[in-house]
């Protein structure tokens, strides 16, 4: 049996998939529309589309390294803070009609995905071992509801607006990193971080020494046997 604590958690992360997929799938849904009509040229429509999946790539090992060194909740909190600048971002696109503004909001979009993508790690830290691969399981689910919700809020949200199409979508997009925030906050994980000790440098301190004098010795004559 899983405690109560564990149960929580596993369905706060499955409704934090479910939010950050969504607004993934509703910038994938509306982007390359979007770029068609701010591209200066044409043949450019689709560089939002790339500056989001360029963004996850170069986000995914770094935002590896914060969560480790500062924890997950930071870490998602700080994801989910890019995110907001992805809408704003978005938002201001829209209304001034700046296709570069577009690429950087797909550029936040990306790189707040990337750090997303950690909720399952994060459920496989906070489950036993017996209940590990359901938990991880579980969490994803809420991706298949971001695959309805995405794509139908974008449709939806697109004339909430009249005076500016998609600004409305945007508007949701910030709303979806509101309600993920709200659920961040309600994470009790384990601490996975740990702080650094002296003897943790020890190895790396005598293979510098070692180094260092062996460097030291090749400028030194060698002795003739007599």
């Not at 994801?79 to 797909?106: D, E, K, S, T």
Request: glycine share 8%.
């Amino acid at each position: 049996m899983t405690s109560p604590e564990v149960r929580r958690n596993v369905i706060v992360l499955s409704l934090c998939v479910a939010l950050s997929a969504s607004a993934m799938s509703l910038l994938f849904t509306v982007a390359a529309v979007i770029g068609y009509s701010l591209a200066p040229d044409k043949s450019l429509s689709t560089l939002p589309v790339s500056a989001t999946m360029i963004a996850m790539l170069i986000t995914t090992a770094p935002s590896a390294f914060m969560m480790k060194k500062y924890g997950r909740r930071i870490g998602f909190s700080v994801g989910c803070m890019i995110g907001m600048c992805g809408a704003f971002c978005g938002i201001g696109a829209v209304y001034w009609g700046n296709f570069w503004l577009m690429c950087g909001a797909g550029a936040f979009i990306g790189s707040a995905n990337a750090i997303a993508m950690q909720y399952r790690f994060a459920a496989a830290e906070a489950a036993p071992p017996e209940f590990r691969s359901r938990a991880i399981s579980l969490t994803m689910l809420g991706g298949v509801l971001a695959a309805f919700i995405g794509p139908n809020l974008a449709s939806h949200a697109r004339n909430w607006i009249d005076t500016v199409p998609f600004m409305g979508t945007f508007a949701a997009l910030f709303g979806l990193q509101l309600l993920l925030m709200l659920a961040i906050s309600q994470l009790r994980l384990p601490a996975t971080h740990k702080k650094s000790t002296p003897n943790q440098h020890a190895p790396l301190v005598r293979f510098c020494g070692s180094l260092v004098l062996s460097l030291r010795s090749l400028g030194r004559p060698l002795a003739m046997p007599s």
